[in-house]
């Protein structure tokens, strides 16, 4: 029997079943006495076991047989749940994760879990370690495998991609400190300073927490991004004194892949050695009650009322509904020059339809957020106990729906935002108690409609941003001078943090503060359409608003003429429509600015932008204008005329076009001719 027709279907229902089991783990931890979470939990893993099996993939299956005998244990109360287990568990769930993405990739689901099994078996036979035991196992492990490769998580490895996609250099740099040396700590501080001062190191193994503590053995290796060439930071280290050997490599794509992919099978064991860390560490992001339910009912069977499409059929449909909307202007236009009442009547039930067929057509592409969303809680989970913290994350409007091309891109710059709330934004224990706050921090993770977008707000109760701390950084690194800080207002200052290369973290750690992340969350928002603005009140806490488009493919605009040319404007960045005359455009250090509102704002020529040829609107007494606004700024466009208001579908310039300044896509008009569609964002800095 020939099992790779069903490979697909098994690749997309044990993803469906390991986020389930993921979620279903969040609410058993925090109410552990709720066995019917973990029935739930139990029939999840039963069912995973048997596809795992049918299909062949022995490994897969064996490593569920365990987890099923611990559940067991569990659903009879033979067996109460602690850290230990719960961590061993969850650790158990990366691995069969790797498994699932390894048989995606092509493979055979291999991976070496004894160590897992091991710990599974030993839960089994009541062998739960305590916390002085756990620590002594990991110190002979480590003492026994050495120095373990630096391991990237999902946030981290983004940052390097976008990297290398901007051109920077990114480079593993090994280093290896004299033997006889007295004050091995000191030497490694030395070699993060000088790295510092040329770049960001983005991940170091040993931590930098437990190099400064002198808790290495005489070497550390980490992932550095730089404009400098390996050869020439290799040179730099070995200058400092008793360094012994410096190895560092620079890394593309595909090597940058490769070794983390390697790095990744050769740890495999690596998480259960740490799922035996100390069972009294503190509790991981608690779950409300409510969550807890909506986890429970949601993993219940149901009978099944969808069916998987392809996604590239969708494309196809889109592409091919495109058509038909072209068509359909063209057909309108021709029926107003004919005047025949027949032709008039069909076309108008036509648009009727095809507008009902344009609304299913782009709700088969809406996706809900949640498929993004619902990795989050257990990141969060991890993230909190890896740093002491308490912390509650609150998920809210995950239903609101998105289009796929949309939901596939914005995943990173939300792990940017996520990552710096928990690390930044609230505070320790022990901070908030001084505070005067609870102990347990609140994130807000919501999404909401709101007109023509989408916006997904990340809410904390930390600390807050202060501005005048960000000025000073900012003025530190050079970003801005003495007397341009002094003329900021705190809002200016805060928005200064998605700078280039910007960060106020005062320790460095393996999360966040090597200046890289919030720039990159801006630029990708940005490239699809969208604007993130951050909202802060030093002392109480900080929101990250990002607003998204609806749809990449089928937009509303604004058509302008502009002497033999026509250009379309999305109407969501349009403010307002206008007309000024000569006499009240001024021109201010070489610029034309127009009053607007009690202020004044550039105005700026798009026949000169754009070389049009029969057009210039120096010459007229009035001039048409659009007012665009990218966040809180505002320009206006001068046009020749409007054509008005259309629904436009969206048409890459292809791939023998380079990046046109100005111009994100084009569009075919009824009449056939083509308008370019112009971006905003590009004249507005």
Request: some cysteine.
């Amino acid at each position: 029997m020939d099992m790779n027709q069903y490979l697909s279907m098994f690749i997309d229902e044990s993803n469906d079943h390991l986020q389930s089991l993921n979620e279903s783990m969040m609410g058993l931890e925090a109410n552990p006495d709720d066995l019917s979470i973990v029935q739930v939990i139990f029939r999840s893993a039963h069912t995973l076991k048997g596809m795992a099996a049918t299909m062949g993939f022995e490994d897969l299956a064996s490593l569920t047989h365990q987890m099923e005998n611990v559940l067991d244990l569990v659903r009879n109360n033979k067996l109460r749940m602690q850290d230990f287990i719960f961590d061993t568990l969850f650790k158990s769930l990366d691995a069969l994760e790797s498994m699932v993405e390894d048989i995606t990739a092509g493979g055979e689901g291999k991976a070496d879990v004894s160590v897992i099994v091991t710990s599974l078996q030993a839960i089994v036979r009541g062998e739960v370690p305590t916390a002085a035991g756990a620590a002594t196992e990991v110190t002979a492990a480590a003492q026994k495998t050495g120095d373990a490769p630096v391991f990237l998580d999902e946030f981290q490895y983004s940052v390097l991609q976008q990297s290398l996609q901007e051109g920077h250099q990114v480079l593993y740099v090994d280093v290896a400190i004299r033997q006889d040396c007295q004050l091995k700590a000191v030497r490694a501080y030395m070699v993060f300073d000088l790295l510092e001062r040329s770049g960001e190191v983005v991940k170091s193994f040993p931590s930098v927490q437990d190099i400064e503590q002198e808790k290495f053995d005489y070497g550390f290796s980490l992932y550095y991004i730089t404009q400098k060439d390996a050869s020439e930071i290799q040179s730099m280290i070995l200058n400092l004194s008793e360094i012994d050997k410096v190895t560092a490599l620079a890394l593309d794509q595909e090597t940058l892949e490769q070794m983390v992919q390697d790095m990744a099978a050769a740890t495999v064991e690596a998480p259960v050695q740490e799922a035996a860390a100390p069972a009294a560490a503190p509790a991981a992001a608690p779950v409300r009650e409510e969550a807890i339910k909506a986890a429970a009912a949601k993993t219940v069977a149901a009978p099944s009322r969808t069916i998987r499409v392809d996604i590239e059929r969708l494309d196809v449909l889109m592409n091919l509904f495109s058509e038909l909307l072209i068509d359909r202007v063209r057909l309108e236009q021709l029926a107003t020059e004919v005047q025949n009442s027949d032709l008039t009547e069909t076309v108008e039930h036509m648009g009727r339809v095809s507008g009902d067929l344009q609304n299913i057509v782009m709700k088969l592409r809406m996706v809900p957020v949640d498929t993004v969303f619902n990795r989050f809680p257990r990141m969060v989970r991890d993230l909190a106990k890896s740093l002491d913290k308490k912390i509650d994350l609150i998920v809210t409007g995950a239903e609101t729906e998105l289009d796929r091309t949309v939901i596939d891109e914005i995943g990173d710059p939300l792990v940017h935002l996520l990552r710096n709330a928990v690390d930044h934004g609230v505070e320790g224990v022990q901070e908030r108690i001084a505070a005067g706050k609870p102990e347990t921090g609140t994130i807000n993770l919501r999404a909401f409609h709101s007109g023509n977008h989408v916006f997904i707000e990340i809410e904390e109760d930390g600390a807050g941003i202060n501005p005048q701390k960000i000025l000073k950084s900012a003025v530190k690194k050079g970003i801005l001078t003495q007397d341009q800080a002094a003329g900021y207002s705190d809002d200016e200052a805060i928005q200064l943090l998605f700078s280039p290369g910007f960060s106020t973290a005062e320790v460095i750690s393996d999360v966040s503060g090597r200046g890289v992340g919030l720039d990159v969350v801006k630029s990708k928002i940005t490239s699809l359409g969208g604007n993130v603005v951050v909202y802060s009140t030093f002392g109480k806490g900080t929101n990250f608003s990002v607003q998204l488009p609806l749809t990449l493919s089928i937009i509303a605009a604004m058509l302008v003429r502009l002497g033999s040319e026509k250009y379309a404007i999305p109407l969501s960045s349009i403010v307002e429509t206008g007309i000024v005359k000569k006499t009240q455009i001024r021109t201010i250090h070489s610029n034309k600015m127009i009053e607007f509102r009690n202020g004044h704002i550039p105005l700026l020529s798009l026949s000169k932008f754009f070389s049009v040829p029969d057009f210039d609107e120096s010459t007229e007494e009035e001039t048409e204008i659009v007012v665009v606004r990218k966040g809180e700024r505002l320009v206006a466009l001068a046009v020749q005329d409007f054509i008005g208001q259309n629904e436009i579908v969206i048409k890459n310039l292809g791939k023998y076009l380079p990046e046109v300044q100005g111009i994100s896509g084009a569009t075919i008009l009824g009449d056939g001719q083509v308008a370019l569609i112009i971006d905003p964002n590009a004249f507005i800095k």
